[in-house]
């Protein structure tokens, strides 16, 4: 297995089955989930952010093939993070996570055994 094979999921141009039922699952586990299709890159192929309306996300590569058949196959919005950017509550969500991490450790380090 080369060093890149892990990004190249699905054959040429399309996610397995598998991430497939990761998604479809991600978006009947969470509301109001709209899908952002990122551009390929020299290290990844095609891949897709899954947002929820609190802002959490999850990441995975579809390929080209894959990022045309997810409004049909997922039933959800799908935009083109190149022309639509990312949601302000995908960035909020991250602040929070940071915010919550922090503050764990900052109780972990002082000994704190209530959050």
């Known amino acids: 297995m080369g060093l890149l094979d892990r990004f190249r999921r699905g054959g040429p141009g399309g996610a397995d089955a598998g991430e497939y039922r990761y998604l479809d699952n991600w978006v009947r586990t969470h509301v109001g989930v709209e899908a952002y299709v990122e551009p390929k890159t020299t290290v990844t192929d095609v891949t897709v952010v899954l ?27 799908v935009y083109d993070v190149g022309r639509t950017g990312y949601p302000q509550r995908m960035r909020d969500y991250d602040a929070r996570r940071r915010i919550e991490r922090k503050r764990a450790l900052e109780q972990e380090l002082r000994g704190d055994a209530n959050p």
């Open 51 to 77: 947002i929820a309306t609190d802002g959490e996300w999850t990441r995975r590569a579809v390929g080209e093939k894959g990022a045309r058949q997810l409004s049909s196959r997922l039933g959800i919005p």
